[in-house]
Structures are given as structure tokens and as C-alpha cells.
């Protein structure tokens, strides 16, 4: 479809930066460090726990992150102007044994899969193994047996965990193996309010609480964990000022040995005290969003409205002359850089889905005033995206807010930053997320100021608890069980039978299959609910975080005495993503034309070719026939209403089907407290892929599902406006737990002033019609061909995975080919 | 009813017209240009193309030719087209296309009525307003089908949709005539001035041309459409100093305006196989830029305004 053959090839490469030399070290420092494991934590959590026995899950807890933060490994980068790590040096990952170690225990000592440096992908090295291996070892024999994980697995039922692990129809090890995270701290109050404010508050409370009251010591427990955590952040920010001022003595450059100084001026104030300059606002930003993965391993610890909550901060500096616009862009890429040295290391099996290690620490601009209505955008707005487009870094994760009256300035900027490549921003049409929001019983204004969380999950700073990511529904793999009756061809096993007994082969008509693929559907989401109260239960009694109740949602948690994760937010909600709305829409749509309208095929030649994988050449039509076939029919993607309807008529069904369960904290406080859906798949498209034998759609075995509600990679061939229209079409209203579509533009369909504008114009288009989320992959095929022959010329490629972007050469290999493969949406 | 044969209604397009737009490309054309870059559109009936990438090998389509004109030589897949004409105006036309599962085979062309091309341009209105762009009749050659492309533009300036045709203006004037109150945008071709050169690269003489230009140099007045005169820049063919010095004294005693010159490219070049046509220019290489740039200079020589849509 494109005129213009020539690729502009290494296109991130050729553009400028702007950035300093003091943040192009700091970043370069950082790259040249390879990730690890930090054993560190580890270490210290045993310790605590082992002191603390008699006392109570909250205190343990409190205890732990308090014994981590005055003995973990503390640094200063070298240049840099902000303080606070979260394992001894940058991107080395900390131990969470707490949550699971038979994984890792696996990884390191059997080399099952992999051993965690070896790994085809997302390798951490292990330090000084000699020495350290014997340590792990300790750890390793301590939780056996206890940790999350064991007590998930043995409250599951037996059908949850085939559902889960053989069957990959649904899946949450993100939950099972490490903590929850998903949520923006309040950062807009907090650096108002300070730390000593909060531990005063909490005594206070705790001071005035009825001992006789049944909840005492629960509420007790409460105040007291936050006290105790509080207090081991402020201590934390005083071990920085004193290794400033040590490391400042020693400093020759008086330059430099200034800087030192004002981080130990600082480091005395915040996060203890409210924040006096942007300056102190950004350091006590990056000390909330650092401690807080430190005491739980969940990703998605989310900035939020980095332009908003900080701009009254940065205009006062401005007036004052104590701040420049230039400063600011420095500290802002400071801050980014120190948001990059966060990592987490997940097991290899859910690396799968998760590739690129992303910590979804997603940061937002732009959009409206949540009072008024009207559009947001300032200076700060233009900075961070000025970050973006200078660091290049995966973290933190870019969300570019739009409005219909959004300045045409701020769209041409953020098309700008997409065109370079990096997968960020992400663009959210504010239009249709707050509608959503609205929907599920958010007030006019909280929904307004929302921000977002994780991958494309939204809600508003410091209101809305945990919980936005939950379980995956692979709605295939749910349609390949219903064409063989419950019984899944892989392994073997058999689950829930359809109401009908029957198989492909034997339905009468098309709206039997449908209405048997509908109710296999419910079951599987049935299950879900299981897996989701089983994890909530578990964390709620046995993985508690005062530290998030203190940072997330104090303005709730502390009056109400409850963490989040017992009912402690203004909203809560469990967020359920589901993959490959594309295969059911098109696999649907192949049965009924080619088996009921059409007849060219009977049920049975179509389930024998699934079976065998379209391969086998002695039936007539021939398997690849019948592939071809289905391959030729309509596909979700080319707007056409009689496989669009499909796809919405599917995915509504999840929507208001998860939408009536009710999660653990039903009654307990917050508003909402059930199910609703998202389309985020990071990279769950693939492993997902592997568990599904062929489709109906021309898929075969093994192969990677669609992801999010983009049409199957391949499959949109009549351009980009039609492609977007068919999937406007989904009642995307109903995603208000995020919505994905995934786009990938050649950077030179986008080059010069008409690309951008034609850009834009797509993405205004898709939005008017109710489109929800956009993010881009913009760089040429040929850039990716050549990355994946000459690695270590294209480290810094960065791609857009789903939902975040990530280094082209780290991913594997069939990630790598599931990107160059994803249509080329030509604009040209 | 009154239908149309289409070869194709492309969405999404950019270079032809001003917006986001569709094209509408009419099957059949009066002239056999060398260059084009569209040879499928050029027989005005559907035509049996053939892609071999797709091919899965059935053999299904070797029984199914009546004529017995496809056979297997050294494991390829040979088709002697000497037959597929006679196929073509045949009322049991293209039977290997309907029976091949994998679009190797496929009929080039089909029947619409204005309903149908209606139903699939306007799901694309928002984007015309939203660019300022609209939809492009173009070809083959739509005049050939004027009663279906007036009824077609009629229906589009109902919606109030622009509109724009691609011409080669080798027409009955009455033909082109009573398409222009229903037009925005005219793309009008003149490709070689002198009569002789334009029969031999086209196979057809120019007198009916350059008389529809001098008609609508006289009455572009009586209406509301922006006019570009085209012409293809071919190197060795349609570039001499002389075509263009003689093409843009012509337009501008005409009292026409825009111009714009298009660069030869070598896109089309694969369809010719499919069709089982010939491609005769496989040794030229697109002008330079700078030829491009000297053709603008000599339209503003001649008062003209060169223009070039992206
Ligand atoms: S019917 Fe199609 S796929 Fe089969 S051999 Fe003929 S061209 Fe190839
Ligand atoms: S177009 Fe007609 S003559 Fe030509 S190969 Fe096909 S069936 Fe035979």
C-alpha cells in the first residue's frame, strides 16, 4: 500500500537530543550496568520476620520494609541530582521471597528452565555466586512452603488450577508469584502534607481508639504499621543526606560537592516534611515511588499526573527565578532516570508475558481540568514529553491524555515523540475513558482526573485502591474447548462439558455453537472470580502493605483504619484483561459461513482439520485447503459489519459478564468492588498462543493470538481508517479497565509536516468514534530485520511490546518476529 | 439496474486529491499507455489474475479451465492465456478463479451498482471532513462509463461528499460535460503533445484530447471545480524540452492554470505478470528530481502554477 518504498532505516537514531551531559552519563551509566539480583532483601526480610514472629501480618510487615530500609545497600549516581534505590545497584532486581521461591529455586539451582543468566531473554546475572548460591540456598529453605504462592496453590480448587496450567484459559501467575501493585500514590497530597503529618495523624487516632471495641486491635495494628513504616522512609531519606554529605567531603569539584549538599539539605526534609521548591517535590516523588517497591513487588506503582500535581510547585519557582524551564527538564530527566533503575525479576514462565521486563511505572500528562473541563495542558505538560524524547528510556511509561478541545500544539508534540519511535506516548481519548469511568460509578470529577495505571488501566491518583490488573482470559483457548466439547486436544484433559454434548461435528446450527461458546465463557470467568477472591483473600491476611495504605490512599485508609487491600480505597475495582476478541471474531465468523451459510465444509472436516493442525493431505478438501479457506474469509479489521458485530457481540459479553461479580471488599467501604475489563495484553499474546491448537480463523497451532482488540497481525489489509472503524465498533465504554489497540506505522509514513498531520488526523478519527487507547510501534520493518541480525548495533531500539515499551534485542526471538510481522499500517 | 465495473475502491489514499480519500477505479480505458501503472484497469471486463505467492498448488483450477489452458511443467503452474479473452466475454467466464481456495486465481473486476459503491465511500465520511478530503472516480478511464459516474458523483455531492476524477480526457465532450457540475477537482492527463508519439505510446491519437481541453479551458468558468492538468514524466518518452515546452504553451493558451508533474515509477510493474501482460519498459529508471524541478521551472515560464500533492 505504500508509495514510498524507501525506508528512512535507523530512524530513532538520526534525530537530536537535548538532553545535558550530566542526564546523557547518568543514563549511559546506567545501560553499561547489566541487570541482577540483589540478595539483599532477602536477607533482611527473614531477619524481621524471625524477630517478629508473635506479632500480628501487618506489624511483620511494617518490621520487614523497616529492617530493609536501614540496611539495604544505599547510593548517590554519579552526577546525579536525585537520590533513592531500590536494590544495591541499578536494575538489579530485589528478592521478594516472601511472595515465591520454587521458581527461582528451580532457575538458579536446576536450571529449569533456564539459569536466570542464561536466559534467552531478560537475563539477571547472579553476583559472586560462589558466594552468594549458599545464601540463596537459606532463603530458599526458609519459605519453602510458605510463601504466597504455596498457600494460593493450596487454596485453589483443583478445576481453577487445570483451567490455569493446563489448559491456559485463563492465567494470573503475576498475582500468584509476586505482589499486587496497580495503583498511583497520592503524590499530589503528600508532597503537600509530608510524612511526620501522617504519623502524627496516626497517633492521634491510634491514641483516641476504643479499646474495648472488637476491631481494636486490628485497627491498632493499623496505625501502628503505618507509624512504624513512615517513620523507616523518613530514616531512609536521612541515610541519603548523610551519605551526601560523606560523599561531598570527599568531592573535589566544588561544583558538584554544591549539588551533594542541597540532596542533604533535601534528604532532611522530604519526605518527612511538605515540599518547598519542584525540586524537594520531585525527590519526595522519587523516594514514594522507590520505597514503595521496595515493600511490595507488585508492578505498576503509577506517577499520574506528573504535569497536574506538580505544576503549582513549578510556576511558583519559575516566578520566584529559583527554577528554569531548562532545570526542569533536567531534573524531570533526572527523575526519569532514577524511575529506570527500578527492575523486578519474574519467574521465566511469566516473563513470557511480561517481555522487556516492564515496571508499567506510567507516567501521564495532558487532558482536562478535572473542575473545569477545560484543557490542562502547561509547561510541565511539554517537559515530560521533552523527557521522553530525550532519555528513551522503557521507564516510565508515557500516557498522552486527548480531548476533543485539546491545543493542536500539544498533538502535534506528542505525535512528535511517537514519531521517534520509542512506543511512547501512549494516547487515551479522555472522551471516552471518563464516560467509561462514569459508568462504574466514579463522580464527574474523580473520573476527570484520572491517570493512568499499569498498562492502559485508568483511575485517579490516590482514590482508587489496587487491583486494576487481575486475571487473563484467553477467550481462544475458551473457543477451542467448546469446538471439542470441555475436552482440550493438547493434554488430554476434559473440564466442563457443554450443556449440549456436543462437539463441532455435531452442532445443528450456528447459534447452538455460539450459545455453547457463551456459556463455556461464563464458566472460565466463573473461575476467574475464584482465582481473584483466593488471591484477595491471601493478601489481605498473609502479604499486608501499610506502606501502601500510608502512600496510596492515605486520605481514605487512615480515617476508615483499613488498608487497601481490606476496603480502605474511595474506589476499588479488579481488573480482568482479555486476549484475542480477533480470533473469536474472525473463527466465529469462518464457522458460520463456511460450515452454515455457505455449507462449503461440514462440522466434522473442519474440527478433523483443527485437530491436525490443517496438515493432513489425504482428506478432500485437503487441510491446507481448508486453511486457505479460512484464511479467505472476512476478517475483524477491514470494517465489516458482519464480522465487526462479532467481535463487539464478544467482547460485551465478557464486559458484562465479569462486571457481575463482586470482589473482597464488597460492603467494606469503597465504591464499585466488582470485576470489569480491560484489553491489556503486554506480551500474553504469545505464551497464550502456545497453549491453542489451530482455529477456525487460519491460525495454526502454537502460533500467537491477537493482541488486546487489534485485529490478528496480517489480517487488516484494507488501511489504517478501516482498520480503526472496525475497532471503534467494540462498545469500548465498557472497557473502563483499559482499553489496547496496538498500531505500527513506518517512521517515514510519518516523516514531514503533512505525515504528522495525516498522524493526527487518525488519531482524531479513530477518537470521534468512541476509540479509547492508541500506542504505536514506528520503526521500519527493515529496522527490525537488521536489529535482529546486529544486535549490538541496535541496543537502544526501542519497540512498543503492549503496553510499554521495551529493548527490540532484548526480546525473544518469536516476540521479535511477532513485531515485524504486526501489520505495517502504511500512512503513505 | 444501472451498474459499474470496478476493478477496486481503495480507501485511505493520500496522493490523489486533497485529504484522506477513496478511490474509485473503474475498470476499462480507450488508451494501452505503456507506463501505466494500473494495466489491470485497462480491459473492460473482469479478468483472471494470478498470484503464484499464493498459489497452494491444489490443482483444483486445472480441471476447472473449459478450455484446457492450465497444466503443470517441471512442478510450476503454467496458464496459456490465448484462450482467457474468449473466457472473459464468455457467459461461463473465469471458472479456475471460483474454485481456487487461496486467491491465488482471482476475477480482477466486478459489477456494482451506485448503492454498493455508495455503502463502502461513506464509511469513511467523517475523515473527508475531518481532512478536507473526499472521493477520487478514477481508472481506467471513468468517462467510459459516464452514465454510472454521473449517477455515482450526483449521489456523492448529495452526501456532501467533494469529489475529484482522474482523467485521460479521451472522451465524447457531452461524456465529460455532464460529469463537471457534480466535480471539485478535475485531475485532467496530457501526456504527449505531438499526435504520432501519442498514438505509439498510448495507441491512440491526441486531436480529441487536446480539443476536450480547449472546450474546458473556455468553460471551467460556468463551474466550480479546481482543474490540474497532469503529466507523467517518463524518461525517453514524455521528457523531452519539447513535449513540455509544447504541453505548457498549449495549457496556457487555454487559460489554464495548475499543473502537476508526476514522476515515472516502477510500481506497476508486477501487476503486468499477474495479467499476463507484457511490460515494455523495464530499462527505465524514474527521472530525477531536479528534471522535475526544471518542468516547474518552464510551466512558470508559461504562467502556469506547478503544483505537487504529496
Ligand atoms: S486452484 Fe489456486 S491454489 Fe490451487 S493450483 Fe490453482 S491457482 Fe494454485
Ligand atoms: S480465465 Fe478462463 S480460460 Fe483463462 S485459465 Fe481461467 S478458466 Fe481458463
Redesign the pocket.
Known amino acids: 500500500m505504500s508509495n514510498n518504498t524507501e525506508s528512512i532505516g535507523s530512524f530513532q537514531y538520526a534525530t537530536e537530543r537535548s538532553w545535558t551531559e550530566r542526564i546523557e552519563n547518568l543514563i549511559n551509566y546506567i545501560h553499561g550496568i547489566e541487570p541482577g539480583i540483589c540478595i539483599e532483601r532477602g536477607r533482611f526480610v527473614i531477619e524481621a520476620y524471625k524477630e517478629n514472629e508473635a506479632e500480628p501480618t501487618m506489624i511483620k510487615r511494617a518490621r520487614a520494609l523497616e529492617k530493609i530500609l536501614e540496611n539495604m545497600t544505599i547510593y548517590i549516581l554519579p552526577g546525579s541530582l536525585l537520590v533513592g534505590n531500590q536494590a544495591s545497584r541499578p536494575r538489579w532486581a530485589p528478592l521478594f521471597p516472601e511472595f515465591a521461591v520454587s521458581w527461582l529455586e528451580e532457575e538458579i539451582f536446576e536450571k529449569n528452565p533456564y539459569y536466570p543468566a542464561d536466559r534467552p531473554a531478560d537475563p539477571f546475572i547472579i553476583p559472586e555466586p560462589e558466594k552468594t548460591l549458599p545464601e540463596f540456598k537459606e532463603i530458599f529453605d526458609w519459605w519453602r512452603g510458605k510463601t504466597h504462592m504455596d498457600r494460593v496453590y493450596s487454596h485453589l480448587p483443583e478445576e481453577v488450577i487445570t483451567a490455569q496450567d493446563k489448559f491456559g484459559a485463563i492465567n494470573e501467575y503475576n498475582y500468584i508469584q509476586g505482589g499486587d501493585g496497580h495503583f498511583s500514590p497520592d503524590h499530589g497530597y503528600l508532597i503537600r502534607t509530608g510524612l511526620r503529618k501522617i504519623i502524627d495523624d496516626c497517633k492521634e487516632r491510634l491514641a483516641n481508639l476504643d479499646k474495648t471495641a472488637p476491631e481494636y486491635h486490628q485497627k491498632r495494628e493499623f496505625y501502628q504499621s503505618l507509624i512504624i513504616s513512615c517513620e523507616a522512609v523518613i530514616k531512609y531519606a536521612h541515610r541519603y543526606a548523610d551519605l551526601a554529605l560523606e560523599v561531598a567531603k570527599r568531592t573535589e569539584d566544588p561544583v558538584r560537592r554544591q549539588e551533594l549538599e542541597k540532596i542533604a539539605e533535601i534528604c532532611r526534609n522530604v519526605p518527612e516534611y511538605p515540599a518547598r521548591s519542584f525540586y524537594e517535590a520531585i525527590q519526595f516523588v522519587t523516594f514514594t515511588q522507590i520505597v514503595l517497591q521496595i515493600e511490595d513487588n507488585g508492578q505498576g506503582i503509577s506517577v499520574g499526573r506528573f504535569d497536574q500535581f506538580l505544576y503549582d510547585f513549578y510556576k511558583a519557582d519559575i516566578e520566584s527565578g529559583e527554577l528554569t524551564y531548562d532545570k526542569a527538564v533536567e531534573l524531570t530527566e533526572n527523575f526519569y532516570a532514577m524511575l529506570y533503575t527500578v527492575n523486578r525479576i519474574k519467574s521465566w514462565s511469566d516473563t513470557d508475558f511480561f517481555r522487556g521486563s516492564p515496571m508499567f511505572q506510567n507516567l501521564t500528562v495532558g487532558g482536562i481540568d478535572p473542575v473545569t473541563g477545560q484543557d490542562a495542558t502547561n509547561d510541565l505538560t511539554y517537559i515530560a514529553l521533552q523527557a521522553t524524547a530525550d532519555t528513551r528510556l522503557t521507564q516510565p511509561s508515557l500516557t498522552a491524555r486527548m480531548h476533543k478541545n485539546a491545543p493542536e500544539k500539544y498533538k502535534k508534540r506528542v505525535a512528535e515523540v511517537i514519531r521517534l519511535g520509542t512506543g511512547y506516548p501512549a494516547v487515551f481519548n479522555d472522551d471516552a475513558y471518563i464516560a467509561a469511568l462514569i459508568n462504574r460509578g466514579y463522580s464527574v470529577e474523580d473520573a476527570s482526573d484520572y491517570c493512568v495505571i499499569g498498562c492502559a488501566e485508568a483511575g485517579p491518583a490516590g482514590l482508587l485502591g489496587g487491583r486494576t490488573g487481575g486475571a487473563w482470559l484467553n477467550m481462544t483457548k475458551i473457543l477451542e474447548l467448546t469446538l471439542n466439547n470441555g475436552y482440550d486436544p493438547r493434554t488430554g484433559a476434559s473440564l466442563h462439558p457443554n450443556k449440549s454434548n456436543k462437539t463441532l461435528a455435531e452442532f445443528s446450527s450456528y447459534e447452538e455453537l455460539e450459545e455453547e461458546y457463551y456459556r463455556q465463557l461464563r464458566y472460565y470467568i466463573s473461575l476467574e472470580m475464584i482465582m481473584e477472591n483466593t488471591i484477595d483473600l491471601l493478601y489481605e491476611k498473609h502479604m499486608e502493605e501499610p506502606l501502601a495504605a500510608a502512600l496510596g490512599c492515605p486520605r481514605t485508609t487512615i480515617p476508615r483504619g483499613l488498608p487497601m487491600k481490606k476496603g480502605g480505597a474511595k474506589y476499588d475495582f479488579t481488573g480482568q484483561q482479555t486476549i484475542g476478541t480477533a480470533n473469536i471474531a474472525n473463527s466465529l465468523y469462518a464457522i458460520k459461513k463456511l460450515v452454515f451459510e455457505d455449507k462449503k465444509l461440514t462440522g466434522e472436516q473442519l474440527l478433523h482439520a483443527l485437530h491436525t493442525n490443517f496438515e493432513d493431505n489425504t482428506t478432500n478438501p485437503t487441510g491446507e485447503e481448508i486453511r486457505?479457506m479460512c484464511l479467505n474469509v472476512e476478517k475483524y479489521g477491514n470494517d465489516i459489519d458482519e464480522v465487526d458485530t462479532l467481535a463487539r457481540e464478544a467482547l460485551q459479553a465478557v464486559c458484562e459478564e465479569q462486571v457481575k461479580y463482586f470482589n473482597t471488599r464488597k460492603g467494606r467501604g469503597p465504591i464499585g468492588c466488582h470485576l470489569h475489563t480491560s484489553t491489556t495484553t503486554v506480551s500474553s499474546n504469545t505464551p497464550f498462543g502456545r497453549f491453542c491448537g489451530a482455529t477456525p480463523d487460519g491460525r495454526k497451532a502454537g502460533m500467537p493470538v491477537a493482541d488486546g482488540q487489534s485485529p490478528m497481525r496480517g489480517t487488516d489489509v484494507n488501511g489504517p481508517t478501516a482498520a480503526l472503524k472496525s475497532v471503534s465498533k467494540l462498545r469500548q465504554v465498557l472497557l473502563s479497565c483499559g482499553s489496547l489497540y496496538n498500531l505500527k506505522f513506518s517512521p517515514n509514513d510519518l516523516a514531514g509536516k503533512n505525515g504528522l498531520k495525516r498522524f493526527i488526523s487518525l488519531i482524531d478519527y479513530y477518537f470521534s468514534m468512541g476509540g479509547m487507547q492508541m500506542q504505536f510501534n514506528v520503526v521500519s520493518k527493515e529496522t527490525l530485520l537488521e536489529a535482529q541480525k546486529k544486535p549490538e548495533q541496535h541496543k537502544s531500539l526501542l519497540v512498543r511490546v503492549a503496553g510499554y515499551s521495551a529493548y527490540f534485542v532484548t526480546l525473544e526471538k518469536t516476540v521479535q518476529e511477532d513485531i515485524i510481522e504486526r501489520t505495517e499500517e502504511a500512512l503513505a | 439496474m444501472l451498474k459499474g465495473i470496478l476493478f477496486d475502491i481503495q480507501r485511505y489514499a493520500i496522493h490523489d486529491g486533497s485529504g484522506i480519500r477513496t478511490l474509485v477505479f473503474f475498470k476499462g480505458c480507450p488508451l494501452e499507455c505503456e507506463w501505466c501503472s494500473n494495466p489491470e484497469s485497462q480491459f473492460m471486463l473482469p479478468e483472471m489474475g494470478?498470484f503464484p505467492d499464493?498459489?497452494?498448488?491444489?490443482?483444483?483450477?486445472?480441471p476447472?479451465c473449459p478450455y484446457g489452458s492450465?497444466r503443470e511443467e517441471e512442478n510450476i503452474?503454467i496458464t496459456d492465456r490465448s484462450f482467457c479473452r474468449e473466457c472473459y466475454h464468455s457467459r461461463q467466464a473465469l471458472q479456475?478463479t471460483t474454485?481456487?481456495?487461496?486467491l491465488?486465481?482471482k476475477a480482477i473486476g466486478a459489477y456494482y451498482t451506485v448503492d454498493e459503491v455508495m455503502k463502502e465511500v461513506l464509511k469513511d465520511q467523517l475523515i473527508y471532513r475531518q481532512t478536507g478530503g473526499g472521493v477520487t472516480l478514477s481508472g481506467g478511464e471513468p468517462t467510459q462509463q459516464a452514465e454510472f459516474a454521473e449517477a455515482l458523483l450526483r449521489e456523492l455531492q448529495d452526501n456532501l461528499i467533494d469529489t475529484a476524477i482522474e482523467t485521460c480526457g479521451y472522451c465524447k465532450w457531452e461524456n465529460l460535460q455532464r460529469l463537471l457540475p457534480y466535480l471539485d477537482q478535475m485531475f485532467f492527463d496530457i501526456k504527449l503533445f505531438d499526435s504520432e508519439e501519442h498514438a505509439r505510446y498510448t495507441g491512440v491519437k491526441n486531436e480529441l484530447i487536446l480539443d476536450n481541453i480547449s472546450r474546458l479551458g473556455k468553460e471551467l468558468d460556468n463551474y466550480d471545480i479546481e482543474l490540474y492538468m497532469r503529466t507523467p514524466v517518463i524518461p525517453g518518452i514524455t521528457d523531452s524540452r519539447d513535449n513540455i515546452e509544447n504541453i505548457c504553451r498549449f495549457l496556457s493558451e487555454q487559460g489554464i492554470k495548475n499543473i502537476e508533474f508526476l514522476s515515472y515509477h516502477k510500481l506497476g510493474r508486477g501487476k503486468y505478470l499477474t495479467i499476463g501482460k507484457e511490460y515494455k519498459l523495464y530499462d527505465i529508471e524514474p527521472p530525477a528530481k531536479e528534471f522535475i524541478a526544471e518542468c516547474d521551472g518552464i510551466a512558470e515560464k508559461y504562467g502556469l502554477n506547478p503544483v505537487h500533492f504529496e
Do not use: E, F, T
Not at chain 2, 499464493?54 to 486445472?62: G, P, V
Open positions: 486457505q | 494470478y499464493n498459489c497452494i498448488r491444489c490443482d483444483k483450477c486445472i476447472a492450465i503452474l479456475c474454485v481456487c481456495q487461496s491465488a486465481r
